[in-house]
């Protein structure tokens, strides 16, 4: 038996469990979200009902929901209006999840046919364009304009970053740099903003509500990391969605990166260069092949690791609690997913 392979089967164990209790402290409130984002479509137009029933109905990882919820329980009182937010966040994140998979020429996505592939691109990319106005119909509620205002700026960074990864597409000279700058806006900014407000609306300090941001940005960028390494390397039957889209669609993620940093003074440079820019099907396993060989994706996955560390290092700025307690429960689980891809990262 494999020691080291046992040590990280008891972590994930460990993890898991964690995982497990941190959502039962907010299972009341995160059932009530989860009722009120399916129940959404009922706002929409009869004619749109059913694409909206649809994307809405298939209840994802729901992490940034949880994370409102958290980071409310951690400075105060879980509040109606932390469940508001929960909704909302995951509302704009269904809808960029519509519109990705649209540009990714995505079939599956959580293990049925993406909107995509079910009604073609025309109706799907209104369905998120009325998904994310819906989105920012629903933050107007909101009393206090500020909270309306970091949605909206979450929302229109989500996009952004959306936009500059399509620029780069195939852009074998993006640093990593560009990259962290890409996945802080197109994914981190709703964790961010999920963990900024769910504090804010809590009244709490500055400090707090700054601390809770940066754990959100921190995780995100992480669980950005940890996507893009599956893309590369997972099981597309295990996972519930299309895998491969990022080699196809020329996107360098970080273990591309490092992988390219790797080969720049050698002989594959040239050859990985041109199965990078080529995106053929006939290339991705060379690539994965080389991912291991060269240690990138290692690399990657580390990097991943250091920034749930850092996140769980931001939590000191909070009370010690169940709800700050459960936060780091859901970093160590992210960092236990993690270490999986590459064991002994």
Do not use: W
């Given at each position: 038996?494999?020691?080291?392979?046992?040590?990280?089967?008891?972590?994930?164990?460990?993890?898991?469990?964690?995982f497990k209790r941190t959502f039962e402290l907010i299972n009341t409130h995160l059932y009530s979200?989860?009722?009120?984002?399916?129940?959404?479509?009922?706002?929409?137009?009869?004619?749109?009902?059913?694409?909206?029933?649809?994307?809405?109905?298939?209840?994802?990882?729901?992490?940034?929901?949880?994370?409102?919820?958290?980071?409310?329980?951690?400075?105060?009182?879980?509040?109606?209006?932390?469940?508001?937010?929960?909704?909302?966040?995951?509302?704009?994140?269904?809808?960029?999840?519509?519109?990705?998979?649209?540009m990714d020429g995505a079939d599956l996505r959580r293990d049925r046919p993406a909107a995509n592939a079910k009604w073609g691109n025309a109706i799907s990319?209104?369905?998120?364009?009325?998904?994310?106005?819906?989105?920012?119909?629903?933050?107007?509620?909101?009393?206090?304009?500020?909270?309306?205002?970091?949605?909206?700026?979450?929302?229109?960074?989500?996009?952004?970053?959306?936009?500059?990864?399509?620029?780069?597409?195939?852009?074998?000279?993006?640093?990593?740099?560009?990259?962290?700058?890409?996945?802080?806006?197109?994914?981190?900014?709703?964790?961010?903003?999920?963990?900024?407000?769910?504090?804010?609306?809590?009244?709490?300090?500055?400090?707090?509500?700054?601390?809770?941001?940066?754990?959100?940005?921190?995780?995100?960028?992480?669980?950005?990391?940890?996507?893009?390494?599956?893309?590369?390397?997972?099981?597309?039957?295990?996972?519930?969605?299309?895998?491969?889209?990022?080699?196809?669609?020329?996107?360098?993620?970080?273990?591309?990166?490092?992988?390219?940093?790797?080969?720049?003074?050698?002989?594959?440079?040239?050859?990985?260069?041109?199965?990078?820019?080529?995106?053929?099907?006939?290339?991705?396993?060379?690539?994965?092949?080389?991912?291991?060989?060269?240690?990138?994706?290692?690399?990657?996955?580390?990097?991943?690791?250091?920034?749930?560390?850092?996140?769980?290092?931001?939590?000191?700025?909070?009370?010690?609690?169940?709800?700050?307690?459960?936060?780091?429960?859901?970093?160590?689980?992210?960092?236990?997913?993690?270490?999986?891809?590459?064991?002994?990262?």
């Open positions: 038996m494999n020691p080291t392979k046992t040590r990280h089967s008891l972590l994930d164990a460990a993890a898991a469990v964690r979200a989860e009722e009120r984002i399916r129940a959404q479509a009922r706002a929409f137009d009869p004619a749109m009902e059913g694409y909206v029933s649809y994307v809405c109905g298939s209840a994802g990882k729901r992490l940034r929901p949880a994370l409102a919820l958290l980071a409310g329980g951690a400075t105060g009182k879980i509040s109606a209006s932390h469940v508001d937010l929960a909704v909302i966040v995951e509302l704009i994140h269904i809808a960029s999840l519509v519109h990705d998979d649209i990319v209104l369905l998120g364009d009325a998904l994310f106005a819906h989105a920012l119909r629903l933050a107007t509620n909101f009393p206090d304009i500020e909270v309306c205002r970091r949605i909206a700026d979450a929302t229109a960074e989500v996009c952004t970053g959306e936009i500059i990864q399509t620029q780069r597409r195939f852009d074998l000279k993006l640093t990593t740099s560009d990259y962290y700058r890409i996945v802080e806006m197109k994914t981190a900014a709703l964790f961010a903003v999920a963990g900024e407000l769910g504090a804010y609306l809590s009244e709490t300090t500055p400090e707090k509500i700054g601390a809770l941001k940066q754990f959100g940005l921190k995780l995100g960028v992480a669980y950005q990391i940890y996507d893009d390494c599956i893309d590369l390397v997972g099981d597309e039957a295990e996972i519930g969605k299309t895998l491969g889209s990022d080699l196809r669609k020329g996107k360098l993620t970080l273990p591309l990166i490092f992988l390219l940093q790797s080969v720049k003074r050698d002989g594959d440079h040239e050859a990985l260069s041109a199965l990078l820019l080529d995106g053929a099907e006939e290339g991705h396993a060379k690539i994965v092949a080389m991912l291991g060989e060269r240690g990138a994706l290692r690399q990657a996955v580390a990097e991943a690791v250091r920034l749930t560390d850092e996140a769980v290092g931001v939590l000191e700025h909070l009370d010690d609690n169940r709800f700050s307690a459960g936060l780091r429960g859901v970093a160590e689980y992210l960092k236990a997913l993690i270490r999986r891809v590459s064991p002994g990262s």
